[in-house]
Structure formats: C-alpha cells, structure tokens
C-alpha cells in the first residue's frame, strides 16, 4: 500500500490541521501524529483520482496520493453496524435493489425476488453456516446492506468460499456507504476464518469499478457477467 509505504512524508498545511481540528472537533497536540495512527490502522484505504481516501471508525481521512498532504478528515454521515435476526426481512428489499437493470430496460417487478435464482440468497437468511452481513444506518435507518452465504448461485466458485450480496437505497448512493459496508464485511470474514470471497456482477454495471477498487479481481467470465473473487 504506497499509502502507508510513505506515511514518514504525510504533512498538512495550517488550513488543514485547522479544517480537520474543526470538523472533528479534535483535541490533540499533534494532528500529524493522530492521522498516521489511523491510516495504520484503517478499515479501508481507498484510491479515487488524485487523493487517498482512508476510512477508519466512523471517520475519512482525504490524503492527496502525490503530494502526501491530509487534505481534511470528517465524520462520515452512515453508519455500520452487524445484520441482527430483526434485520432479515430487510433483505427482500435489499436483493431487489441489487438486481441490475441495465439502461433502457424496464425496472423488473418486485415478485422477481422469488425467482429460485434470486431467492437463494435470502432464503431463510441466518440458518446456514457462513451466512454473516452487515447492515449501513443513516439516522437509525437502515439504507444499505451486504451480506454473504455459501450457495451454489451466479457467483460460486467452490464450498468453502461464500459469495456477496449488496445494495444500498438509490438516494443514499455514491456516499461511501457501499465501501464502509465492504470494509466492515471483509473484517467479519477474516474473523470468522474465511480466505476469499467471490461474487457476479453483470459487465454493464458500474459496480464492476466499485469492486475492482476493492481488491476483487475477475476470475470467470461469461458473455454478460464477471465473476471476482477477493483475496481476505
Ligand atoms: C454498488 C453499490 C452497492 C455501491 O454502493 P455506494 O454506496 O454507491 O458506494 P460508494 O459510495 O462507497 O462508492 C461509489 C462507487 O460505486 C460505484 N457505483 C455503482 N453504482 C452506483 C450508483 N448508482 N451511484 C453511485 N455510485 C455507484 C461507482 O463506481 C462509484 O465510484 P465513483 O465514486 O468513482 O463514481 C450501490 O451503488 C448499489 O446499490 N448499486 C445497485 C445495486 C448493485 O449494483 N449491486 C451490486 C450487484 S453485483
């Protein structure tokens, strides 16, 4: 990671450290020293044109990639938590809103999620072994979700790698909710012994960027869809 590789180089300007003091309400003598310490220990760093995003307990660090200067720090709005029992019923919603509709095509009816194909991963969500997910809140509620199972679906690639689900409400889009669900999810796998994770995605998708930027490389492909897989 040439982020952490460089870490003896992060700097910021006065109007950085002021920016980050404020939005953070921070409290600490050495502004540099806290933000190494986090990018150490971050949840997920990402890399999106000129800057490194770093996300770590609730909170992104913005970190320009050639100059090496914490740009800001803020609090990040969503929320992460663990899926509970009283969150299942949410996933009927959430594999609706996981189905692609490629642009121009009509928005499938909701009784779509029934289909066998679509159902198996939500079925009975909880009962089988290495079924874990984690839920994104906004304000107590939850708008996004991503989950895993061990099912022999579009993205199987063998028993013991289980496969991902995910979504996140379209108005709640594109606010990083989908990167702190991933990153919290990756923790829980490695915690519960898991090497890799696979999933499909239709090419089309513009998820296909949002996954690459995560680690996950294409290890099958079909005339329409990719299957990834992610080393944990
Ligand atoms: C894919 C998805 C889970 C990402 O969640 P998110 O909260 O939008 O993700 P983040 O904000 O952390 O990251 C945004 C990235 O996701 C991708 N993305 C995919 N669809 C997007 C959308 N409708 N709106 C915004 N970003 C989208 C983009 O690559 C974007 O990167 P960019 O900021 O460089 O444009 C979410 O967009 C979604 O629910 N999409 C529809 C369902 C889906 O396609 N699920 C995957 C099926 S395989």
């Known amino acids: 990671m040439a982020l952490i590789d460089s870490i003896d180089n992060l700097h910021t300007t006065s109007m950085g450290e002021e920016r980050i003091r404020r939005n953070l309400a921070l409290n600490k003598p050495d502004v540099i020293a806290w933000c190494k ?5 971050a949840d997920i760093i990402i890399r999106k044109g000129k800057n490194w995003y770093v996300y770590i307990d609730g909170i992104v660090i913005t970190v320009n990639s050639h ?3 914490v740009i800001t720090a803020h609090k990040t709005k969503v929320s992460v938590r663990e ?15 996981a189905i692609f509709v490629p642009a ?7 009784g779509i999620i029934y289909n066998p ?30 989950w895993e199972r061990i099912i022999p679906a579009f993205g ?30 990756f923790g829980l796998l490695r915690e519960s012994g898991f090497k890799k994770t696979s999933l499909a995605v239709q090419k089309e998708n513009t998820a296909v960027k949002f996954y690459q930027r995560l680690g996950y490389i294409t290890v099958r492909e079909s005339v329409e869809e990719y299957i990834m897989v992610k080393d944990l």
Do not use: W
């Open 156 to 185: 199987h690639v063998d028993d013991e790698t289980p496969e991902l689900a995910i979504s996140v409400l379209p108005k709640y889009r594109g606010q990083a909710a989908g990167t702190l669900l991933m990153a919290r999810l």
């Open 67 to 69: 100059s090496n200067t």
């Open 83 to 97: 899926i509970t029992p009283a969150d299942y019923p949410l996933l009927e919603d959430f594999i609706y809103h």
């Open 104 to 110: 121009g095509t009509e928005t499938p009816p909701r």
């Open 37 to 41: 310490e986090k990018i150490i220990n």
């Open 117 to 146: 194909d679509v159902f198996i991963y939500i079925d009975r969500f909880g009962s089988k072994p290495g079924d874990c997910g984690v839920v994104a809140e906004v304000g107590g509620k939850v708008i996004g979700a991503a």
